[in-house]
């Protein structure tokens, strides 16, 4: 088996040698203070290559990370209080009624920025929530994102009609909403 090697290897050393001989009499050749420049340069090549192939990918994804892990871990916590501390729905009070619940709304829509905006009427079976003026498109659909939810309450109808001739890309777009929300 040895042997075999070594006749595979032979021919490839036989084919570098003349190489790697001219390789080393160039080397010889230059001045130590040619060599140290070309040492010199073969680390900042090095060095260069590490950088931008090892070291500079691990910074961007550590920077990346710094920035997305407050946003997940609020998300969580956002979670955490809808789902309670085991993992199952938060349990419902036992008696909340109609008037505690509207109070709870109002409080929930008023802290999303969205006070005076909105005329809520209960008919037992549901509510309805009508911006009778333009509400931010931003503040409404985060408030009906989040705000059902951690009211025990879902929406059952929605409806949105935009006011306003800006593009969808403009900063803001104010928009009018209906909303109807039942008890879960």
Known sequence: MKARLNALRWPLQRQLKPLVDAAQ???RA???????QIVG?????????????WARPALASIRHWENELPR???????LKDILGADGQP??????????DRLQRLRASLDGAGLAGAYVLSDDGAAIHIEFDRAVDLSKGMAWLLAGPPT???KVAQFSLQRL????????????????TIVAT
Not at 72 to 78: D, I
Not at 164 to 179: K, Y
């Open 72 to 78: 997940l871990r609020s998300q969580a916590a956002a």
């Open 41 to 53: 340069m073969v680390v900042a090549v090095v060095a260069t290559a590490v950088w931008l192939l």
């Open 90 to 99: 938060a349990a419902r009070p036992s008696a909340i009624t109609p008037q």
């Open 164 to 179: 306003d001739d800006r593009p969808i890309s403009a900063s803001r777009s104010d928009v009018r909403f209906t909303i």
């Open 25 to 27: 009499d160039r080397w």
């Open 151 to 153: 009211l025990q309450m």
């Open 30 to 36: 230059l001045s130590p203070r040619e060599r140290l």
